[in-house]
């Protein structure tokens, strides 16, 4: 994941945790616009994550709350665990047709794992998987999965799992009359 995606999923728990401390204070976003000086608008595009609040912009919110604006910036980059709901994963693009793939860690900060959903649709073409060269992981939530790893060809079954080394060349196929659903989790290097 790019510096980039970083800064976005650290701008969005920055936004979920004001809107927190919003609610906890019991302020309205016009409340909490008066006391900042900010509107209401740019403070509910913060708290959506749709933008990114400004370090003075920061520390007018922090004040409002009677704390420091470093404490909204602990809590969105060290947190020790990161909820990943039904819905929330990002939609990636995928170069197969029939395939749709979502990313579930897209918020977690400096996450050391990539985790994605992938959905074949039946008779779908054989692809790789988005991540090469690391260690991965392979669960089948639903349907069967037809993995070929090098000259070894495996059907993974619905509750199946399978283990990748990195140096495994892998492609997925769905050749089953029935959508497969599987959970890919993949370490990232360095």
Partial sequence: MSGEGDMKSSGKDLGRNIRAMR???RFSLNNLAQATGISASNLSAMEHGKSSPTLNTL???AAAFKMKAGAFLD???YSKAVLCRNGEGREMASAVT????????GDAYA???E??????QPGCEPMSPLVTAMDRFI???AGEVTVKVADDTYAVKERDALYLLPEADVELSN?????VSVLLVALKTG
């Fill in 111 to 113: 996450n050391r794992m």
């Fill in 98 to 105: 029939d395939v749709s793939i979502r990313l579930l860690t």
């Fill in 59 to 61: 520390a007018k919110i």
């Fill in 139 to 141: 669960y089948c939530l």
């Fill in 75 to 77: 809590e969105a980059l």
């Fill in 175 to 179: 050749e089953t009359s029935e959508i």
């Fill in 115 to 120: 985790v994605v959903t992938l959905v074949l």
């Fill in 23 to 25: 609610l906890k204070h």
